[in-house]
């Protein structure tokens, strides 16, 4: 790439566990955690998407949250805009003006009770203590970019369809005028023509405010159709990463192999799901396998995959597997 | 070739205190022998509403069957009682659900309710309608008394019974399946708990098995092991399949013929390489216009503007006309009704073939 790139977000060796109580005895010793983000670095870059994609429980979300604030983080940092979030933050509220999420599901993340143009007015008085006017204005504003009428701002979230409440979640997010934007599964809740207009959509607002994307999915084809970067996760650990085009042209990790060719494609001459050949399933977080997580599935494995878990390496320029025999895969 | 089933001009609406919602408008599709069928639609299009109707499960009120008929091997399903309705629901026709969770007794081991299938599948080749102490003498030489209730019987599997429970886990492909017949449903993973599903709709080889959004909640991999797994497993046994689903990439992965379904109506069906070389209905192109392949980055997606109407508007016309590109006037007049515009390839929609709207198959 020629032009020379900032990066917006860094994490460093991140990790989020979340303890759990084994049987009833509370002053039990032995205390087990389920590793949800289990050591992971990741570089998201100024103006561009990475989409993280993985199947449930592989930790997505969780590494989600933990950069938004909203679970705190075991070990390892957050770099935010040139800040650490972990440790320099007291308050989350100078964060979320230039960072902002869009959830999965829209009928629990608006308020019931609330009128939408409520709903997209809170951040701008909270955060930016904007007056009224202007935060008016700014909720026509954003409607009207997210292409909902006016109107719309005086109903209540029941009121609306799948789509139009993501759109508000949209338009809520964009308000404070973010530079990155984290979208956790924003259009698994849709049908399929909706969510055609919920992508098209971030994509023109992403160009027109030079918006960064954090986009968790796992939807391979969403992640294709969106991001300039890829990032596949696995029972809470990074397996790669890479740009888009390339990962997708020559996924390099068994396991990357396995969940590309396991997404159905729109193409009946293209029958990949009947060719597949993984067996197994995603390991439980609490007791994950050793070694490599991947080894009990893995076409490759040899003894040294249980045994020592295989760090991320760059095999080519900004490509990074995590595998002891990546060779095998060229 | 008489087709397997033949839906013919089903609707069916739901009573509610808003209104009366049609969720199928005179909907007809045919299942031929040993033919994968899917059907797709997003939300609402009423593809699992079709499921139930097909298969006896409606809840009746407030569902309501207005008119159409289901033929299955030439007798009309809609016509028979509830306990003749039993000799066809769960034996010659099966139902497989998005969660089989839901689906599977939470109380009793994976071992035992797989058992009680084959069980009743045995009693039906006997002839009977009860489990008696007589069939069980007969069947698995467990004594009475008591040996006439289920679950006392269950308890006491039989070394053949239990032979066969482990042969049906083998079928669909289950690890170590003599441990997993001792295992609850909680146990389990949703892959495999969807694969016991399935080795007990298959257990009772039906005729037709009906597929309701199996593989949804599911991840990716574990979606592919099962739809691979099912259409392996259509070719063994020989059966139908009736997949709904609503993501069209799944239906093209495994269909042999695909079924548009749009706000209760059929919109078009064709074998599933017409369907996507030569799509006719606009909704149809619509759909594939907005699903991303996945083969090109960036490929510019169409998405299809508006969102599905509300159900409980009457409408008279075509239902898809408020979206439509080519809305002509009539068309909100009148509604298309599905006609053959090439070999197996049916369409409900005014650009294509002059004749429609002339007559009216199904009033």
């Not at chain 1, 504003?141 to 979230?157: D, M, N």
């Not at chain 1, 890829?230 to 192999?257: F, N, W």
């Not at chain 2, 797709?40 to 109707?53: D, N």
Request: hydrophobic share 40%; proline share 6%.
């Amino acid at each position: 790439m020629v032009k020379r790139m900032e990066t917006i977000l860094q994490t460093t060796d991140l990790k989020t566990y979340f303890p759990i109580q084994r049987g009833i005895n509370p002053f039990s010793k032995t205390k087990k955690f389920i590793r949800a983000v289990d050591g992971v670095n990741m570089t998201l870059w100024k103006g561009t998407t990475l989409a993280v994609v993985g199947e449930s429980g592989c930790g997505k979300t969780t590494l989600a949250r933990t950069i938004a604030l909203l679970t705190k983080p075991t070990s390892g940092d957050v770099i935010f805009d040139g800040k650490s979030v972990v440790k320099e933050t007291t308050d989350p509220r100078a964060i979320y003006k230039n960072l902002q999420m869009v959830f999965q599901d829209p009928d629990s993340s608006l308020d019931p009770n609330v009128r939408v143009g409520d709903s997209i007015g809170e951040p701008l008085y909270g955060l930016m203590n904007w007056s009224k006017e202007s935060v008016d204005a700014a909720i026509q504003r954003s409607l009207e970019v997210v292409g909902l009428s006016r109107e719309i701002a005086e109903r209540l979230p029941g009121q609306l369809s799948g789509g139009q409440k993501q759109r508000v979640a949209i338009a809520r997010a964009i308000g404070p005028q973010p530079k990155l934007i984290i979208l956790d599964e924003p259009t698994s809740a849709l049908d399929a023509s909706v969510q055609a207009q919920i992508l098209k959509l971030l994509l023109e607002l992403q160009q027109e405010y030079s918006l960064s994307y954090m986009l968790i999915t796992h939807n391979i084809a969403v992640a294709e159709y969106m991001s300039d970067f890829m990032m596949v996760m696995y029972s809470g650990d990074v397996v790669e990463s890479g740009q888009t085009d390339e990962l997708m042209a020559k996924p390099r990790h068994p396991y990357t192999i396995a969940l590309i060719s396991s997404a159905p494609v729109a193409n009946p001459w293209k029958r990949n799901l009947l060719e597949v050949d993984i067996r197994g399933e995603v390991p439980s977080a609490i007791n994950p396998p050793s070694g490599c997580k991947f080894h009990p599935r893995c076409p490759y494995a040899e003894p040294i995959c249980s045994r020592d878990r295989p760090q991320l390496r760059e095999i080519s320029p900004g490509r990074l597997v995590a595998c002891h025999f990546v060779e095998k895969t060229a | 070739m008489a087709a397997l089933m033949s839906v013919q001009g089903l609707s069916v609406s739901y009573q509610s205190r808003g209104g009366t919602a049609t969720a199928l408008d005179g909907v007809s599709l045919d299942i031929n022998e040993n033919e994968l069928v899917s059907v797709v639609g997003e939300s609402g299009c009423g593809k699992s509403t079709l499921a139930l109707a097909l298969i006896g499960l409606l809840p009746t009120p407030p569902a309501r069957v207005l008119n159409g008929a289901i033929e299955f091997k030439g007798t009309n399903l809609l016509q028979l009682g509830q306990t003749r309705l039993r000799e066809y629901r769960g034996t010659q026709i099966a139902m497989i659900f998005q969660e089989p969770l839901s689906s599977l007794n939470p109380v009793y081991k994976i071992g035992d309710q797989i058992a009680e299938a084959i069980m009743i599948k045995r009693m039906r080749d006997d002839g009977r309608s009860t489990i008696d102490s007589e069939f069980m003498q007969k069947t698995h030489k467990v004594t009475a008394p008591g040996a006439s209730r289920l679950p006392r019987a269950r308890r006491k599997l039989s070394a053949q019974l239990k032979e066969d429970t482990i042969a049906s886990l083998k079928l669909v492909r289950i690890p170590d399946p003599d441990q997993v017949i001792d295992r609850y449903p909680f146990e389990l993973s949703g892959g495999m708990r969807q694969r016991v599903m399935i080795a007990m709709a298959l257990s009772q080889e039906p005729a037709l098995l009906i597929a309701d959004e199996p593989t949804t909640a599911l991840d990716v991999t574990t979606q592919a092991q099962v739809l691979k797994l099912m259409k392996e497993l259509m070719n063994k046994v020989k059966t139908s399949v009736l997949l709904i689903t609503h993501d069209l990439a799944v239906a093209c992965q495994v269909a042999d013929r695909v079924a548009v379904m749009y706000a209760g109506d059929m919109v078009e069906t064709s074998s599933v390489y017409d369907l996507f070389s030569k799509p006719l209905h606009p909704y149809t192109q619509g759909l594939i216009a907005c699903t991303p392949t996945g083969s090109k980055r960036r490929v510019d997606l169409k998405p299809i503007p508006g969102s599905v109407l509300d159900l409980r508007t009457r409408t008279i016309g075509c239902k898809f006309v408020s979206r439509c590109p080519y809305a002509m006037a009539h068309c909100s007049e009148k509604k298309p009704s599905l006609i053959a515009v090439e070999n197996n390839h049916w369409v409900a929609c005014y650009l294509h073939g002059e004749a429609n709207g002339d007559h009216t198959a199904n009033n």
